[in-house]
Nanobody
Framework: QVQLVESGGGSVRAGGSLRPSCTAS????????MGWFRQAPGKEREGVAG????????DYSDSSKGRFTISRDNGKNTVYLQMNSLKPEDTAMYYC?????????????????????WGQGTQVTVSS
């Protein structure tokens, strides 16, 4: 059973940075793609970034592109989301998710329905 545990959220001022991480257990990192999603109160869950099993392919939403960077360390079974230039609209609960990678690279990388396993979330709050 795959288990995901996020940490590293917090509260920052606009323009600041945070680097939440997600540690996984119970899976073979070489066949699982990972993603970060977020959900603000009253809004749907939104895909933020995805990464292939090797880390060579990354996908970003329009809102995160250029500001966020997803990476992974398979030796530590950990995925990171470096978030820079944070804005108040980035405030949300951030979730880590895992899925078996698809044959078509990047397919479903930012789609919540494509992921089978989810962490409990870590809160990110950005004040103006």
């Amino acid at each position: 059973q795959v288990q995901l545990v996020e940490s590293g959220g917090g509260s920052v001022r606009a323009g600041g940075s945070l680097r939440p991480s997600c540690t996984a257990s119970g899976y073979a990192s070489e066949i699982y793609c990972m993603g970060w999603f977020r959900q603000a109160p009253g809004k749907e869950r939104e895909g933020v970034a995805g990464i292939s099993s090797s880390g060579k392919r990354t996908d970003y939403s329009d809102s995160s592109k250029g500001r966020f960077t997803i990476s992974r360390d398979n030796g530590k079974n950990t995925v990171y989301l470096q978030m820079n230039s944070l804005k108040p609209e980035d405030t949300a609960m951030y979730y880590c998710a895992a899925r078996r990678c698809t044959v078509v690279a990047g397919a479903g990388a930012l789609d919540a329905w494509a992921y089978n396993y989810w962490g409990q979330g870590t809160q990110v709050t950005v004040s103006s």
